[in-house]
């Protein structure tokens, strides 16, 4: 079945096209080379995975219940309309909750799989070209198996929203060559993570975990590398051209935030605009989601340098000034061994299954 079928509402164009702008660079250094890239770079070749084959696509996901979402964390529990809606309305509006997070997640890894491919491009330095191809790779993989979750699983997607692809096109219009990587490896790269990691330790379904663990094992690689490229670039840069960079941050920081509302999910139950804002906004659960989502922004700002007063005032307004303190590593390094360990767990219960098998095909041979 097309996509375009599975559609809640078409989009406005089949095909976004963003006009290109900057320079193809090309380097004849093939020896020296950053040690902490290269390193990042074998680690990139190391842990490539197939998403067809690590992943149980056999486990069977309730439409209706795809996350195991309490009701208290649904923006209409509480209202005069969750006391009218029955419980099929109810999962129905868990389906198009998801659906709606997912397509996101999907367009976004589009948006950096293209991202990761203008970095090849445009970025100087041979060694952040030989990681960024890697990525361009990941980033494939992460749109496969977001795109297969939604076809087989969900049968169910939205276009993708106005203020994530508004930030998508301000990074790839720009013809600087870091924006790439100010745009995407850190704001939308770092809200990803975050939102990934909320349904990662609260879902009880197995097969979103499964996806969200091993797609964030990927992804901290890449906060890491956008993080090493742009520390290292920005201590030369001028205040000028710092205040330039926390400008785009600001405004990409404000566009994020507004965009994980999920008005459209309460416009497609019948909720004119203006009112599913408002209860958007009155939402406990989102305001303390919100928050949870810079966590992995914040401090990635200020460790590659961008720490300005506007920036600060920005992130004071937003209540989430206090996150720039958080250890970025400790979060990274956990992502990577939850993957591990869910990998350890899943392996072996199948290994004792094939024991018991096995043993149980002896013993039937054996009686006989």
């Given at each position: 079945m097309s996509t375009h079928d599975l559609y809640v509402k078409a989009p406005q164009e089949p095909h976004w096209q963003v006009p290109a702008s900057g320079s193809a660079r090309f380097s004849w250094e093939y020896d020296d080379g950053r040690d902490r890239l290269l390193a990042l770079y074998q680690k990139g070749k190391d842990k490539q995975w197939d998403g067809a084959k690590r992943i149980d696509w056999s486990l069977e996901v309730d439409p209706h219940d795809p996350l195991g979402t309490p009701d208290e964390a649904m923006t209409l529990y509480g209202t005069p309309y969750w006391a009218k809606m029955t419980d099929r309305d109810k999962g129905e509006l868990r389906l198009h909750y998801t659906s709606w997070q997912f397509s996101q997640f999907l367009h976004g890894e589009q948006g950096a799989m293209v991202c990761a491919a203008r970095i090849v491009e445009s970025v100087p330095d041979l060694d952040a070209k030989f990681y960024s191809a890697t990525q361009t790779m990941d980033e494939a993989r992460h749109a496969e198996i977001y795109g297969r979750f939604l076809h087989e699983k969900l049968g169910m997607l939205y276009p993708?929203?106005?203020?994530?692809?508004?930030l998508l096109g301000d990074t790839l219009r720009d013809s600087r060559w870091d924006m790439p990587?100010?745009?995407?490896?850190?704001?939308?790269?770092?809200?990803?993570l975050a939102a990934f990691g909320m349904i990662r330790d609260t879902t009880d379904k197995p097969l979103p975990k499964q996806i969200l663990a091993y797609v964030m094992q990927d992804e901290a690689r890449h906060v890491a590398f956008g993080r090493m490229a742009l520390r290292d670039y920005y201590q030369q840069l001028s205040d000028a051209?710092?205040?330039e960079r926390e400008e785009f941050v600001i405004e990409?920081?404000?566009l994020m935030r507004d965009r994980l509302r999920g008005v459209e999910v309460l416009e497609n139950f019948g909720i004119p605009k203006k009112e599913a804002e408002r209860l958007s906004e009155e939402s406990e659960f989102l305001h303390l989601f919100r928050k949870l989502l810079f966590s992995r922004i914040v401090p990635c700002v200020k460790d590659i340098g961008l720490w300005g007063e506007r920036l600060q005032k920005a992130?004071?307004?937003?209540?989430v000034f206090d996150l720039g303190d958080s250890n970025l590593d400790l979060l990274m390094s956990q992502d990577e061994e939850i993957a591990e360990q869910l990998d350890k767990e899943r392996f072996a219960e199948e290994e004792a299954a094939r024991v018991a098998e096995v043993e149980g095909a002896i013993e039937e041979g054996a009686a006989s």
């Open positions: 993708v929203n106005d203020n994530l692809q508004a990587y100010l745009g995407m490896q850190v704001l939308i790269e770092g809200l990803a051209e710092l205040k990409g920081c404000y992130y004071l307004d937003m209540g």
